[in-house]
C-alpha cells in the first residue's frame, strides 16, 4: 500500500537556496523509499519580516486583508523555489498556493480558521506526483480574498492537510530536535522526549515550552495525527506527540517549564458578593486582554481577594481596568508586579500520583522560594514566584522529577 | 455618468515605498475628480531580478510553471502596498491579483495569452470602491495555475482590462513623457508626438523604439482602446495612440527609429529554384530564431541571393544553419556581419507620399553612407547600414522629415 507523510518546514530550514536544497535532498530520501510526502513551507528566514518593514514605510495602520495579500507572497516563493530544487534533484513535485490547494478559511484576516481543504484536487496530484508542496499559513475566504492563518499558522496547515488527506503522520521540521522535559538553555542536560501526549504538549505550548504553537497541537488531537518534532538539520529520532491510550511509556511528568512574560495583579479586600470576578473579568475581556491564571481567595469577614496574570505588554491598559474596578467595588488596594515567573511542572500521570504537588513545593521551600500564586489544571502545577529564582526553581524540578 | 480610466504603472514607477506613494497621490488626483481608476502595478524595481536570481542559486533549469509561481509574487506585493497607500490617502481601493480578477490564460507558462477576465466580479468592486488594483503580467490558466505574460505583460493587462471593462482610455505611465520622433539620447531636440496611430506604434516598436511592447499596441488596435503613453514624475500631456481615422493631426513621418541588436547573413548565388527560402526559413523557424528583414533578388544566370537579419545572440546558431544550407543549396558562399544598425523612417502617410523613399535615400548619400539593405512595409522604411553611421543617419533622417 502506497505510504503517505506530511512534513512541515519552517521558515529557518528554507532560508536560504542552500537550505532549501538540503530540505529538498531531506525530502528525496522519503521519497527514494516509496513515501510519498505533503509538504508544507513557511516564508524565507527574514522574509515576513522584510514584508512587515515594508508594509511600515507605507502606512502604520495597513488594512488586514492587503497585509495578508502582502504576507502570503513569502510562503509563495517559498514553495517554488522548494519545487525547483526537487526537480532539480529528480523528484516529480508540484508546488500549490493556499488558493490553489483551496484551503478555505473563515474570513478573519491575519487569523483565519481553516474550515475545509480540496483533498481531491491535491490526491489527483499525488497520481503524477510523489511531492506536493503546499504554501504554509495561508487560506482564502469563500470569496476568494487571501487569508493569513496567524501564530502557528503553517504548522497548523501541515496537521489540516494530514486530516484532510487521511495522513496518520505529520513532521514538523524545526531548528530542535524534539521536546526537551526543560529548556535546554537553563537545564544542563534535559531528556528528550520519545512521546508525549496532545493534553501535555498542550500544558507545556501554554507554559512556555515554544517549539510548537498549541492551536496545531490541538488540531492534531482533534484529528487523531501524530505530530512528530524533529530537526531539519540532522536524522535524530525526535518526539511525537500522539493520543496518551497509544503511548508505551509513560513519565510522571514531561517537562519543566518557566516563563516571564507575564505580570501579576492583585486585588485585594473587595466586598465578596455575586459577580464581582464577572465585573473584572468581562472589562478585561472587552480590550481583549488575553488573562492566563485566575486565584481568587476568600479573606476574613468575606471580603475576597482576587489575583491573576496577563502579558506584560498589556500592563498599562490592566492596571487601568483594575484601578476603576477597585473603586466600583470597594476593593482595598490594587498591587502589582512584572519581575515574577510562572514555574510549571507537567506531566498526565500528575495528579494522579500522590505527592507530587508536595514533592514541588518542599523543592521550592528548600531553596527559600516564596510562592506567589498556585495553580493547578488536570495535567500540570504551575507557581508564580520572583522571577529572579526561576532558573534556580526550574533546576531544582528538574533534578527532583527527571533526574532521580 | 460615471467616468473610468485604467491606468498603468511599470516597475519604476513603483520602485521604492516613497514612489508607490507618490502613485497612490497621482491616483486619487484622478479620484478627487469623479474619475474610478482601474490601477495595474508590475513588480517593484528590480524584484524580478532578485527573483530569478534566486531561482538561479537553486537550478538552471526551472520548470516554467514554478518559474511563474515564483515570479508572481512581486505584483502581489505591488498590489497590497499600493492599496495601504491608497487607503492611507484616504481613498478607497482592494488589490486583485490575477487569480482573483480570473484574468484566464491559456496555459503556456511564461508565455501566456489572456483569454478573458471576470469583469462582472471586477465592476461589482467598482461599486464599493473607487480604485481597484490589478497585478499585471499574470493570471491562472483554467485549472487555476498561475501563468505569466512574458514581455510587456503589464502594458498587455491594462489593455485587457481596459478591454475588458469597457473603458476607453488606459494611460501607461512610465519614466518617459510620451513617444518622440526619434531617441533622445541620439538626436538633440526630438519633437514628443501628441497622437501617433497604432500601426504606426507598432512600427516604432519593431523597429527599436523601446516605449511600448507591441503586443499591448496590437491588443489596444483589436479593442479600440486609447492607450496614452506618459510620466509618472510630472504631469505632461502624452502620446496617445488611437485609430488611425480618430487622429487630429497627420504627419507624413512620425518617428526615426535606430536598433543594433542584430546580425545580417547573406547567401549568395544560390542556384534558383522553388523552395529554396522556405528550405531556409523553416530550418530556422524550427530553432525558434526571429528572423527580421529578409531580401531576396535574383542575380546572373538564375542564381538567387538571400539576405536577412535576426538577433546578435542568435548568431552561432544561424551561422551554423547558413552553412549546412550553403552545402545543400550548393550556394556560392555565406557571408555575415555584427556591425550593422536598421535606421528606419515610420510614418503612414509615407508609401502614399510620393518622394519619401527617394529623400531619404538622398539622405544617406549625402553622407557618403552604404545602405546594405532596403526593406519597405506600409508604413515604413527601413535601411540596414554599417553601425558606425547609425547616430549620424538618423540625425540627418529627422533634420530632413522632422525639423523642417
Known amino acids: 500500500m502506497q505510504k503517505y507523510i506530511v512534513q512541515k518546514y519552517g521558515g529557518t530550514s528554507v532560508g536560504t537556496p542552500e537550505k532549501i536544497k538540503n530540505v529538498a535532498g531531506k525530502i528525496k530520501s522519503y521519497t527514494d523509499r516509496g513515501i510519498k510526502v505533503c509538504v508544507v513551507v513557511s516564508a524565507m528566514g527574514k522574509t515576513t519580516d522584510q514584508l512587515i518593514d515594508l508594509a511600515r514605510q507605507i502606512t502604520d495602520d495597513a488594512s488586514d486583508r492587503e497585509m495578508d495579500m502582502l504576507l502570503s507572497t513569502g510562503e509563495q516563493v517559498s514553495i517554488s523555489l522548494l519545487a525547483m530544487a526537487l526537480h532539480a534533484a529528480g523528484t516529480s513535485a ?78 514538523i521540521y524545526t531548528d530542535v530536535d524534539g521536546v526537551y522535559t526543560a529548556d535546554p538553555r537553563v537545564v544542563s542536560s534535559p531528556r528528550k522526549l520519545s512521546e508525549i501526549s496532545y493534553d501535555e504538549m498542550l500544558e507545556l505550548a501554554r507554559l512556555g515550552a515554544g517549539v510548537l504553537h498549541s492551536r496545531s497541537v490541538e488540531f492534531a488531537k482533534k484529528y487523531n495525527i501524530n505530530l512528530i518534532v524533529r530537526s531539519s538539520y540532522n536524522d535524530v529520532e ?103 515567573a510562572t514555574v510549571s511542572a507537567v506531566g498526565v500521570g500528575m495528579l494522579s500520583t500522590a505527592g507530587v ?46 533526574e532521580k
Do not use: W
Request: hydrophobic residues 40%; aromatic residues 6%.
Open 94 to 171: 508540484v508546488s500549490f498556493t493556499g488558493s490553489q490547494a483551496e484551503v478555505i478559511t473563515n474570513g478573519m484576516f491575519s487569523n483565519a480558521k481553516i474550515e475545509s481543504i480540496n483533498s481531491e484536487k491535491l490526491l489527483k496530484a499525488f497520481e503524477k506526483n510523489d511531492v506536493l508542496i503546499v504554501a504554509g499559513f495561508q487560506g482564502i475566504d469563500k470569496d476568494g480574498n487571501i487569508t493569513t492563518l496567524g501564530r502557528g499558522g503553517s504548522d497548523t496547515s501541515a496537521v489540516a492537510l494530514a486530516a484532510s488527506l487521511g495522513i496518520k503522520d505529520c513532521e
Open 238 to 340: 525526535g518526539t511525537t506527540i500522539k493520543p496518551k491510550e497509544d503511548m508505551m511509556e509513560k513519565f510522571i511528568i514531561s517537562g519543566i517549564t518557566s516563563k516571564n512574560d507575564e505580570a501579576k495583579f492583585t486585588i485585594r479586600d473587595i466586598p465578596d458578593q455575586p459577580g464581582i470576578a464577572q465585573t473584572l473579568f468581562s472589562r478585561l475581556g472587552e480590550k481583549n486582554i488575553y488573562v492566563d491564571m485566575i486565584v481568587q481567595s476568600t479573606g476574613k469577614d468575606n471580603h475576597a481577594t482576587i489575583s491573576f496574570t496577563v502579558l506584560k505588554k498589556d500592563f498599562k491598559t490592566v492596571n487601568d481596568i483594575c484601578e476603576s474596578v477597585k473603586k466600583e467595588l470597594k476593593a482595598s488596594e490594587v498591587t502589582s508586579s512584572q519581575e515574577i
Open 357 to 402: 504537588a508536595g514533592r514541588m513545593f518542599k523543592v521550592f521551600s528548600e531553596h527559600n522560594i516564596n510562592i506567589e500564586m498556585i495553580s493547578t489544571s488536570e495535567i500540570g502545577i504551575s507557581c508564580v514566584i520572583n522571577e529572579i529564582y526561576a532558573e534556580l526553581a526550574v533546576k531544582a524540578l528538574h533534578k527532583e522529577f527527571l
